[in-house]
Structures are given as C-alpha cells and as structure tokens.
C-alpha cells in the first residue's frame, strides 16, 4: 500500500515538475506586424514552446491573405494552436509539431481575437490556463 502511494506521489511530482520546468523557458514574448508581401500574402511564423507562443501578439490586415507557418520548440509536451472567431471567418485548430505547417486563412473583419493551446496533462491546468495565449488583431 504505501508503495502504491510512493509511485503515485512520484509521478505526480514529476509531471509537475516538467511544467514548471517549461514554463521558465520562455522566448521572445515580442509583437508582430505583418507586412505584406509583393505577391500580397502576409507571412508570419509562429513558434509554440513550454507553455508560451511567440510572438505572443500578431497584427494582420483584414481581406489579405495569410500565411501562418507554426511549429514547436522540441520537447515531451504536446501543443496545438486553436484560432476561432465567427465573426472574422476563422476555425482553426492544428496540431503543432517540430516540423512547420502552413496554416492559410483570410481574415475578413478588424478586430481582435485570442489563440491558444488546449492540451492538458492529467491533472494539471490546461496550457491555456498556464500562459499558452496569444492574440490575433486584424486592422483595416
């Protein structure tokens, strides 16, 4: 029995202790205007890490296109992005994986909306409640 409660205490510490241990990694948390391209595309990448996007704050213009190629930092947990916002004709969600993925949308409304990370590791605070946000503003 008490080993039992040995292994379980454990395990939970070590899960514990890999989120803490993330979230002091933290990158460039920095802003990001797209500018568009010649061929009229707006390009950004982004990069998901130990509980962080970066950048942490995207700024595109309404009615361009968007290339947004995402990816994650190596590492044990698993991260997606999830974008959605009716009003601007966004439903996003996409796994994240150390190789790049393009995601294209065009966004059709100023306005602002948040993205996130929706994972969980068992019995912890999803990676949304642990700093896993960022946010999309869409100007004119």
């Known amino acids: 029995?008490?080993?039992?409660?040995?292994v379980r205490h454990a395990c939970l510490t070590l899960l514990f202790g890999l989120g803490l241990a993330g979230s002091q990694l933290r990158g460039?948390?920095?802003?990001?205007?797209?500018?568009?391209?010649?061929?009229?595309v707006q390009?950004?990448?982004?990069?998901?890490?130990?509980?962080?996007?970066?950048?942490?704050?995207?700024?595109?213009?309404?009615?361009?296109?968007v290339e947004l190629q995402v990816r994650r930092r190596p590492g044990l947990a698993p991260h997606n992005?999830?974008?959605?916002?009716?009003?601007?004709?966004?439903?996003?969600?996409?796994?994240?994986?150390?190789?790049?993925?393009?995601i294209r949308f065009t966004p059709r409304v100023a306005g602002r909306v948040e993205?996130?990370?929706?994972?969980?590791?068992?019995?912890l605070p999803s990676h949304r409640e642990r700093g896993m946000v960022g946010v999309l503003e869409v100007v004119e």
């Open 115 to 123: 993205f996130y990370c929706d994972k969980r590791l068992l019995f």
């Open 28 to 40: 460039d948390t920095s802003s990001a205007a797209v500018a568009v391209a010649d061929d009229g």
């Open 43 to 65: 390009r950004v990448t982004l990069v998901g890490g130990s509980y962080y996007f970066e950048p942490e704050h995207i700024v595109v213009r309404a009615g361009v296109p």
């Open 1 to 6: 029995m008490n080993l039992t409660i040995l």
């Open 81 to 102: 992005l999830v974008i959605r916002s009716t009003m601007m004709g966004l439903d996003i969600e996409a796994s994240l994986d150390t190789e790049p993925t393009t």
